[in-house]
């Protein structure tokens, strides 16, 4: 089973004015998300564009935690800046996938 890093956050405050904003920046890769061995990862948005969520999928429960502390470190002042408390990041288990 994979495991994920999903990360959720409002868009809009801080360093990200909108929705582009914060696009650019997940697109710099500012931890290295193939260095990272991420295997794919998806963008979910809010339909007013002021609310992210980010899944990023591993192959192993210890990759994704590396790479949450590796996201922790590089962006807790970013997220501080945003006015969240802690990292708006989880790591998660897959343990069950079911397709209808």
Not at 22 to 30: I, L, M, N, Q, V
Not at 31 to 57: K, T
């Amino acid at each position: 089973m994979s495991a994920l890093v999903l990360v959720h956050h409002p868009v809009g405050s801080g360093p990200f004015s909108n929705f582009d904003a914060w696009k650019r920046a997940f697109d710099g890769d500012p931890v290295g998300r193939a260095a990272h061995d991420v295997q794919r990862h998806w963008i979910c948005r809010s339909p007013e564009a002021d609310y992210v969520a980010v899944g990023l999928e591993f192959a192993s429960l210890d990759r994704a935690i590396a790479f949450k502390d590796d996201l922790d470190s590089a962006l807790g002042e970013v997220w501080a800046k945003m006015g969240l408390e802690g990292s708006p990041a989880r790591v998660m288990e897959e343990v069950e996938a079911v397709s209808y």
